[in-house]
């Protein structure tokens, strides 16, 4: 069994502190969108679990955070950071 690739990350938004943990062997998809000045990016798993959503900065900074740590060589996967 593959050893799991997991990130795990808090940030402030508004009033509340959300904390996630991403598992980078289950997903399936990634997909960062640009409309103008709204930046979103969405986390899809190949498991079927509902895609994670994020915007703004916070979509910037979890892509590259996904980006740099598949870039390390610890993953079969690799991405861009020209995507971002």
Do not use: C
């Amino acid at each position: 069994m593959e050893k799991p690739n997991v990130l795990v990350f808090t940030y402030h938004e508004l009033d509340r502190k959300q904390t996630y943990l991403i598992n980078l062997n289950a997903i399936s998809r990634i997909l960062f969108e640009q409309n103008g000045d709204v930046k979103s990016l969405h986390i899809h798993y190949s498991n079927g679990v509902e895609a994670d959503k994020f915007t703004g900065t916070v979509a910037v900074s979890i892509a590259n955070i996904i980006t740099d740590t598949l870039n390390q060589g610890n993953s079969p996967y690799s991405l861009s950071t020209e995507l971002w």
